[in-house]
């Protein structure tokens, strides 16, 4: 079966900084994985997705994410943070069905 | 653009009661998925339809229910409440057959507090 795992709960970063959210993955089928953002309220919107095609993705508001198959890493990055990407970030595996399993998520705050 | 709607957005019950979740999805998508967010816990797949029939089946315990009605709108049904059962219960549709690269859209979810 198919897991993720999102090291650090919680990430704080400086505005204009760099955004480093981790995730990795174990699959036994080839793996499409998906980030969401959500804000409080609001439900899961979608970042980004790998589905095999290019190994850098990149998505809405300035991110991006790498799918590196020897780490099985799907790591998501923005170069400056903005105030606004303050939310919480989920990272998740496609199994058979469609059906997904979700990372515990990792809540990021920007400080000014 | 339209998103999911989920209602209500907020639900309280007492032990041994009954729920009724339903979920709007976006127009013209045909696939709806259900899933339970406990306290502290990542969202754990319950259930989903397309074109009106269940196409998979997770965790769900045999004391809910679900269908997708004709305009495939959907509802989770859920009977003898017990005090596990609250949690944040998400719902999210696509366009497709459920296949593994279609994008699910999520509603906003309803919390459920069982007393």
């Known amino acids: 079966a198919q897991s993720v795992t999102q090291l650090g709960s919680h990430v704080s970063v400086s505005e204009g900084a760099l955004v480093l959210l981790r995730c990795n993955y174990s699959?036994?089928?080839?793996?499409?994985l998906f980030w969401y953002v959500q804000y409080p309220n609001q439900g899961l919107q979608l970042l980004l997705k790998?589905?095999?095609?290019?190994?850098l993705v990149k998505g809405i508001n300035g991110f991006e994410a790498e799918f590196k198959k020897s780490e099985t890493s799907f790591h998501l990055t923005k170069p400056s943070a903005h105030m606004s990407d303050a939310a919480e970030y989920v990272c998740?595996?496609?199994?058979?069905?469609?059906?997904?399993?979700f990372g515990a998520g990792t809540i990021l705050r920007v400080k000014s | 653009a339209a998103g999911v709607i989920q209602s209500p957005r907020h639900l309280i019950k007492e032990k041994r009661e009954t729920a009724t979740l339903k979920c709007y999805p976006i127009p013209r998508h045909d696939t709806v998925y259900w899933y339970q967010q406990g306290p502290g816990q990542d969202p754990q797949f319950l259930i989903s339809?397309?074109?009106?029939?269940?196409?998979d089946k997770g965790s769900i315990p045999d004391r809910f229910s679900a269908q997708q009605f004709s305009d495939y709108h959907s509802e989770l049904n859920m009977s003898s409440l017990e005090l596990g059962d609250s949690a944040l219960y998400f719902c999210a549709s696509s366009l497709g057959a459920g296949g593994r690269t279609d994008t699910q859209y999520f509603g906003p979810g309803t919390r459920l507090t069982v007393l």
């Open positions: 998740a595996v496609s199994e058979r069905g469609n059906k997904l399993v």
């Open positions: 339809f397309y074109e009106k029939m269940q196409s």
């Open positions: 699959s036994s089928v080839p793996p499409y």
């Open positions: 790998y589905t095999s095609a290019a190994t």
